[in-house]
């Protein structure tokens, strides 16, 4: 099952400038994560942010999260063009498993 | 730190025949791993979870006669796709947990793309 909706798809954006991208869901959830995947790679687990936790904080990232609403967003910072990559919320279902996005295809314009 | 090493990291094979892709954790014992396969530009989707001396769980229409998943020991789970078409084309990726740990935290290969010609 696909939890997660991420909005936007995709975001092109210019270096320096901050990226913000939205994961909603629809269960009761424990915890929330977020992960980068670069082209064709495996996931980089980048932060995780429990039920309990309105917002969280890591270097360039801040995530936060609304359980009322059902939804995290992750703003990226000054981004960089390292920074192009897909990105993953992810859910866990039940504490059984895992649950994706969809994910939202970040590009970062030198 | 818990690294989980895929292999191979890619592979191309011809429809009809079988290929196996190995999960190995390398620095901790893995009681569960998890496959997902992943179609380009799309999310990941879990296939199955395989428990270390059990019977894999599939998820709802994944063919596990297909599929065939084997964890034979604590730190190597194995996927083998049989009789691959074209459509089983895709980035697979598998997933480790170490046995105090709950499920959310899993360490994720670097994945291995199957083309299927």
């Known amino acids: 099952s696909q939890q997660g909706e991420e909005d936007p798809q995709a975001l092109s954006i210019q270096e320096g400038e901050n990226a913000t991208m939205n994961c909603s869901y629809k269960?009761?959830?424990?915890?929330l994560q977020w992960y980068r995947q670069n082209s064709g790679r495996g996931l980089v687990h980048l932060i995780l942010i429990r039920s309990n936790e309105r917002e969280k904080h890591s270097g360039r990232l801040r995530v936060t999260l609304d359980t009322s609403k059902k939804s995290s967003s992750l703003l990226i910072t000054a981004s960089r063009a390292a920074d192009t990559a897909s990105y993953f919320c992810a859910t866990d279902e039940g504490a059984q498993k895992l649950v994706f996005g969809q994910g939202t295809r970040l590009t970062i314009n030198p | 730190g818990a690294v989980v090493s895929q292999h191979p990291s890619w592979v191309i094979c011809k429809s009809g025949t079988s290929v196996k892709i190995e999960c190995r954790s390398l620095d901790f014992q893995a009681t569960t791993m998890f496959w997902y396969r992943q179609f380009p530009k799309q999310s990941l989707m879990l296939m199955a979870t395989s428990n270390e001396g059990s019977k894999a769980t599939y998820e709802q229409g994944v063919e596990k006669d297909k599929f065939l998943i084997n964890h034979a020991s604590l730190t190597l789970s194995t996927l083998t796709v049989t009789s691959a078409h074209p459509e089983d084309s895709s980035f697979y990726i598998c997933?480790?947990?170490?046995?105090?740990?709950?499920?959310?935290?899993?360490?994720f290969g670097p994945g291995t793309r199957l083309t299927v010609t």
């Open positions: 997933s480790a947990k170490r046995p105090d740990r709950a499920t959310y935290e899993q360490y």
């Open positions: 269960t009761s959830i424990n915890n």
